[in-house]
């Protein structure tokens, strides 16, 4: 791949005395180092350089210049910028500084949006070229993919800035901002040539660039942050080879010390069950993961904060359990490990922690604190224009009625308008698949786009702006922990008013890229059931502890089955209520077994089940 980035690099990044956005420069990587290099200055814009817009400058590029190809970038980059603006001379010294630091792998380049001052500029450049040696590369900005896409990118840049589509382009108050033309979509090989036909040159060096170059891999096996333990679990051998002995020592030491606590008596078969588990994670090399787990969620209860039971595979697992991980017996409701972590198919295994949602922030700090501020980060989310946005934003860019918009946004089903328009095969799957209603509004909403107006242009404007990144976010539950400086192994932002640092890769890469990644899930619940055990202290003197509630409790489950389950997750729909009715649950097994069967599929099930419960089948 051709990994780059284009920087605005600025006098002075730590300058906040002064708006200084800083000329626009790209720096594209040779090979695995240079792009670690493009990492650390992207990471360092945000965490030090972030003034209305993330900054670097010479002094950082200075520092990680290896590896990296330079091209002298736009008519914003700082040599053309100089030309038009400041004088050649300066233009000329800016040139040399870059020349200096890069040698050959430093690039003029020449723009040609039909622009009048790019004439002048790229002629100016051919000079230097000459003068100094510096090879051409012929460029084009590339906003958007197809030349009839210009009018929905200027929508786009409208929508960013709150603007109407009529205001006209320019600076200064009763302009907004917008590209001159529509000259900025990915050209062609021929439309390159034919455009840069006077210096061919400029064309045939971007292969030059190109073979600079490597063919290099990014993903890589999941890294664990070093796990403290007691001196006398440490393994003189792991320091050589980098094994994992210690940790497995230590993590056996802990099984068998929480197992004597959860069971009266350590049968054969418990042992052989430990043993198992403890041997599949030796295997899979994940004896950390566990320990990282362990630590924060023993912590999480000494500071009071209040930890869920356990949820999904993890609760399979008789380790979780006797660390204190999770709070179900697995081997008590007969529960498989393999689904969490399988021999057959190594993946980390993936534990979500609940906390209540006043104390999961006490949990991070903690993460925070002991793991160090650069090496802990959450994960980026990229908000996307959805249908019914991308119709409402477009409407008001075009300055269409909100009852319009209103309208035309309730004609959409809950189906992409890529869908809706597709004609691939699973476009019309999705579409078939609607009740009678939907298809009556597809229809209309379809026939509108067919007609003239804003209406029509609404719709066709939306359908290219649909899935166009809107915003960025932070994941609700994920955090990343690295053995290292997180900034080492990828780029990471600033979640907006905080310095908790947040990758610059979604949830999607971050697994794939060798991060370790936890989900610390805020449960309002748990802070309910909190707050109910105080309140009931301070009136009742009552100490209660719910993870000691037993399961036979006659009274709960009277509850279950006048179907007063509102506020208990998953029992609490309507329907779910209904069938708790019929079953009128007696025992636990039945609540399992009706979450079990309550979604689609085994949901026809479900009246054999009450009538079996019942002696009637």
């Not at 090979?31 to 990492?39: C, F, I, M, P, Q």
């Not at 990471?43 to 010479?58: L, N, Q, T």
């Not at 679990?233 to 792991?238: G, H, S």
């Not at 999904?312 to 999770?326: D, F, K, Q, R």
Request: hydrophobic share 35%.
């Amino acid at each position: 791949p051709i990994l780059g980035c284009e920087f605005h690099v600025c006098d002075n990044m730590r300058d906040r005395s002064v708006k200084d956005n800083g000329h626009q420069i790209v720096l594209l990587a040779k090979n695995k180092k240079g792009y670690h290099n493009l990492a650390k200055m992207a990471s360092m814009a945000y965490i030090e350089g972030f003034y209305y817009v993330p900054r670097i400058d010479k002094v950082l590029i200075k520092e990680y210049k290896e590896d990296i190809i330079v091209l002298s970038g736009g008519i914003f980059g700082e040599i053309p910028h100089k030309i038009l603006n400041v004088g050649e001379k300066q233009a000329e010294e800016a040139l040399l500084w870059w020349k200096s630091e890069f040698g050959s792998d430093f690039y003029l380049e020449l723009n040609d949006h039909k622009q009048e001052n790019e004439e002048h500029v790229n002629e100016v450049l051919m000079r230097f070229s000459k003068d100094h040696d510096v090879k051409l590369v012929a460029t084009n900005n590339s906003f958007y993919l197809k030349k009839e896409d210009s009018l929905a990118h200027d929508i786009l840049l409208c929508v960013k800035d709150g603007e109407k589509l009529a205001t006209p382009k320019g600076r200064g108050r009763g302009f907004r901002y917008g590209l001159p033309n529509d000259e900025y979509y990915f050209k062609s090989q021929e439309e390159m040539k034919a455009l840069f036909r006077s210096t061919p040159e400029a064309v045939l060096n971007i292969q030059e660039v190109i073979d600079k170059v490597e063919i290099y891999d990014l993903a890589r096996d999941v890294l664990l942050p070093k796990f403290d333990m007691p001196e006398d679990f440490y393994d003189p051998k792991d320091e050589e080879d980098g094994g994992k002995r210690g940790e497995n020592k230590y993590l056996r030491h802990l099984t068998y010390k929480g197992a004597a606590e959860r069971y009266p008596e350590l049968s054969d078969d418990i042992r052989e069950r430990l043993d198992f588990e403890l041997s599949i994670i030796e295997n899979t090399g994940y004896p950390g993961y566990f320990l990282i787990v362990e630590d924060f969620i023993k912590e999480a209860r000494r500071m009071g904060v209040s930890v869920g039971p356990g949820r999904g595979s993890a609760a399979g697992s008789a380790v979780a359990y006797c660390l204190g991980i999770t709070n179900i017996d697995p081997i008590k409701y007969d529960l498989l490990f393999e689904r969490f972590l399988n021999p057959d198919r190594v993946s980390l295994p993936d534990i979500d922690i609940d906390f209540d949602d006043e104390g999961r922030q006490k949990v991070i700090d903690y993460v925070i604190d002991k793991y160090g501020s650069n090496q802990v980060a959450q994960i980026i989310t990229y908000g996307t224009m959805a249908a019914k946005s991308s119709i409402r934003d477009t409407a008001r860019v075009l300055d269409l009625p909100l009852s319009e918009a209103d309208r035309i946004a309730k004609l959409i089903p809950g189906v992409k308008l890529g869908h809706i328009f597709g004609e691939d095969e699973k476009s019309i799957s999705k579409v078939k698949g609607l009740r009678s209603e939907e298809l009556a509004n597809v229809e209309v909403l379809k026939s509108i786009s067919e007609g003239q107006g804003p209406e029509a242009e609404t719709i066709n404007q939306a359908r290219l702006l649909e899935g166009s990144v809107r915003n960025t976010g932070t994941h609700a539950c994920g955090v990343i922990i690295t053995p290292e400086d997180i900034t080492n192994l990828i780029p990471v932002a600033t979640a907006k008013g905080t310095d908790m640092y947040v990758t610059q890769f979604d949830n999607g890469v971050v697994e794939d890229a060798g991060l370790l990644k936890m989900d610390f899930l805020g449960l309002k619940t748990l802070t309910l059931i909190k707050d109910t055990v105080k309140i009931v202290k301070a009136l009742h003197g009552k100490e209660l502890v719910p993870d000691e509630f037993p399961l036979e409790d006659e009274k709960t489950y009277a509850l279950f089955q006048r179907g007063e389950t509102i506020g208990i997750f998953q029992y609490e729909s309507p329907g779910m209520q209904k069938h708790m009715k019929s079953l009128k649950p007696t025992e636990f097994a039945d609540l399992i077994a009706m979450n079990a069967l309550y979604r689609p599929g085994p949901m026809e099930y479900i009246p054999s089940f009450i009538d079996r419960k019942h002696g009637r089948e």
